[in-house]
């Protein structure tokens, strides 16, 4: 079987649309949360940052802006750990799936 032949069984076997359609799906919602957090954050930075500034509490130098910032990093790392828990999980099954299928 040639490369060319292989390929075309991959393309037509229906796992394989499955894992393109969902592997693109959560990327491109994940993508959409990680790109939207961080946009509205600048945005919040350029038109409206008396709203970072202002304090915790009475007396306090650490801002609100300081704890928002850290919680757009950490949720950043925690998308790509849910990216990567779909990735070595249920999108390596239906990938091990094709290639077994079209190998037969």
Not at 7 to 32: C, D, G
Request: net charge neutral; glycine share 6%; aromatic share 10%.
């Amino acid at each position: 079987m040639s490369d060319s032949d292989t390929y075309a069984r991959v393309r037509q076997n229906p796992k394989f649309h499955e894992l393109v359609k969902k592997r693109t799906r959560l990327a491109v919602t994940l993508s959409v949360i990680v790109l939207g957090s961080y946009y509205c954050f600048m945005m919040i930075v350029a038109f409206a940052p008396e709203i970072l500034r202002t304090p915790l509490s009475e007396g306090s130098n650490l801002t609100v802006g300081v704890p928002v910032g850290a919680a757009i990093i950490v949720v950043s790392w925690l998308l790509t750990g849910l990216y990567s828990h779909f990735a070595n999980g249920e999108f390596e099954e239906l990938n091990k799936d094709v290639v077994r299928e079209v190998l037969e």
